[in-house]
C-alpha cells in the first residue's frame, strides 16, 4: 500500500499542489535512495548477527514500525510549510522506515524452508498480500472519485492512503510478531568480516545474474511507474488511474498460483523470463496509442498486470536458493545480507527509474499540471514505452540461462547437511 502512491502520486503532489519542481523532486528521490545503499547493507548485517532473546528478525518489527509511520505521516500528510527540505526529509524517513521494518522480513520468510518449491509457495503467499495491499491502494482512490464530482486531488489521495496505512501498520506487524516462528540459526560467529562476506557474494554466479536482471527489469519498471498518470491523462486521455490499477492488481492477484506453478514445472528462472518479456511487449504496445484509446490501454495495462506477481515472487524465491551457496562455503545463514543487497539494487533502479525521467521532462519543460505539446508528449511516450520495453527485454534474455536448477539447489542442500552432520560429530 505503500509504494504505489509513492509511485504514482508523489509527482503530483508536490510538484502540482507544492510547486516543488519535478527537477527537484526527481533528484530527491535519486539522492535519498542512494542512501540505501549504506542504510541497506547495514540492516541486513545487524539483522544476521544481532541475536536478541525475541528473535534476531522480530525485534525489527518494533524499530520497523515506529519509524515507519513517522515517516507515512510525514510525506503522505504533509501540513505546515512544505517546501524542497521538507520533502527530502519526509521521503528519506519513510525509505529508511521500509527498510528497517521490511528487509528483516523477506530475510525472515526467505528461511522459513529449505525446500526449493515451498520456498516459491512463502514467495507466492507474501506476494498474494501484497497483491491485496496494492489493490487496496488502487482501490481507495477509484472510490474517492465516484464519490465526487470532479477531480480527486492528489493530496486527498495521499491524504486517504495514508491514513488507511497508519491505521493497519500496528495491526498487521502484531499479529506477525506472536504467529510466525523463527527458525534455529547458528550461533554467532566471532570475528565476522565483512569483506568476506562480501566477496562470497561477489563470487556467487547466480547471485550475481539475478542481481543484474533485477536491477535492469526494476529500471525499466520505474521509468513507466513514475510517469503513468502523465502518459494516462495527457496522451491516452484516461484520467481515473485508480480504477487503472484496480484491473492491473486484480490481474496479478489471480494469476499467482499460475506463476507459481509454471515456476514448479520449467524452472523458476525459465518462468521470470516468459514474465519479463510479456511486460516488454505490452510495454512496446503503449507506444502506438494515441488520445481517446482508453480501452486499449486499459487493455494492455491489464495484461501487463497478470505478470506482476511473477517478476516478484520467482526472484524472491530465486535469492532464497542462492543463499544456499554461501550456506555451503560458510556454514552460516546469511539471508538479511543477501535480501538487502538485492533490496539496495532494487531501490537504486527504482531511485534512477524514477528520478531521471522526471529530470528529463524538467528539462524539456514539460507540464506537469496538463501538457499538450506534441514534441513534449512524444518524449513522455518515449520515457513511458519504449525506454522501458528495451530493458526489460534484456533483462528476459539474461535470465534464461540461469544455472542454478532445483536439481542444482538440492545437491547444495546435501552437501549442507553432511557439513552440518561433519560439525557436530
Known amino acids: 500500500m505503500i509504494g504505489l502512491p509513492i509511485a504514482i502520486y508523489l509527482a503530483p503532489l508536490y510538484s502540482g499542489h507544492f510547486g516543488i519542481s519535478l527537477g527537484i523532486i526527481g533528484a530527491a528521490l535519486i539522492g535519498t535512495r542512494l542512501l540505501d545503499l549504506i542504510t541497506d547493507p547495514l540492516i541486513g548485517i545487524i539483522s544476521d548477527q544481532w541475536r536478541p532473546s525475541i528473535g534476531r528478525r522480530r525485534v525489527w518489527l518494533m524499530i ?19 517546501n524542497a527540505l521538507y520533502f527530502i526529509f519526509a521521503v528519506s524517513l519513510a ?7 521490511r528487509l528483516p522480513h523477506i530475510a525472515w520468510a526467505g528461511e522459513l524452508s529449505p525446500d526449493y518449491h515451498v520456498r516459491t509457495r512463502i514467495t507466492s503467499t507474501l506476494q498474494f498480500f501484497s497483491t491485496i495491499g496494492l489493490l487496496a491502494s488502487a482501490v481507495i482512490p477509484a472510490l474517492m472519485a465516484g464519490q465526487v464530482e470532479g477531480d480527486v486531488s492528489s493530496l486527498e489521495v495521499m491524504r486517504t492512503i495514508g491514513l488507511v496505512i497508519l491505521f493497519l501498520i500496528p495491526i498487521t506487524t502484531t499479529l506477525v510478531f506472536f504467529t510466525v516462528p523463527e527458525p534455529d540459526v547458528p550461533p554467532v560467529k566471532s570475528g565476522f568480516n565483512i569483506r568476506d562476506s562480501l566477496m562470497l557474494l561477489a563470487k556467487n554466479g547466480p547471485f550475481v545474474r539475478l542481481s543484474i536482471v533485477i536491477l535492469i527489469s526494476t529500471l525499466g519498471e520505474a521509468f513507466r511507474q513514475s510517469t503513468t498518470v502523465f502518459f494516462a491523462r495527457d496522451v491516452v486521455g484516461h484520467e ?17 498460483p499460475f506463476w507459481a506453478w509454471l515456476g514448479k514445472k520449467m524452472e523458476k528462472h525459465r518462468a521470470f523470463a516468459v514474465a519479463l518479456f510479456i511486460v516488454a511487449a505490452t510495454n512496446a504496445g503503449m507506444l ?15 495484461l501487463k498486470g497478470t505478470c506482476f506477481g511473477g517478476i516478484l ?6 535469492i532464497a536458493d542462492t543463499v544456499d551457496i554461501d550456506t555451503a562455503n560458510s556454514q552460516d545463514r546469511q539471508q538479511g545480507l543477501f535480501y538487502s543487497v538485492e533490496a539496495m539494487i532494487q531501490k537504486l533502479g527504482f531511485a534512477l527509474g524514477a528520478g531521471l525521467p522526471l529530470i528529463v521532462l524538467g528539462w524539456i519543460g514539460y507540464d506537469a499540471a496538463g501538457e499538450t505539446n506534441t514534441e513534449s508528449l512524444f ?13 526489460v527485454f534484456v533483462a528476459s534474455v539474461v535470465i534464461w540461462n540461469y544455472s542454478l536448477t532445483a536439481a542444482k539447489q538440492q ?3 546435501d552437501l549442507i547437511d553432511r557439513k552440518a552432520q561433519a560439525q557436530q560429530a
Open 64 to 82: 520497523g514500525t515506529l519509524t515507519l509511520m513517522s515517516g507515512i505521516f510525514m510525506l503522505f500528510r504533509p501540513a505546515g510549510d512544505v
Open 95 to 101: 525509505y529508511f522506515g521500509l527498510t528497517t521494518l
Open 240 to 256: 481515473n488511474i485508480g480504477q487503472v490499477y484496480f484491473f492491473y492488481f486484480i490481474a496479478g492477484l489471480i494469476t499467482i
Open 288 to 302: 502506438v496509442l494515441s488520445y481517446g484509446q482508453t480501452f486499449e490501454f486499459m487493455l494492455l495495462f491489464t
Open 313 to 318: 515472487l520467482l526472484p524472491y524465491s530465486m
Open 379 to 391: 518524449a513522455l511516450s518515449v520515457i513511458y514505452s519504449l525506454v522501458p520495453a528495451v530493458l
Open 411 to 413: 545437491e547444495l542442500r
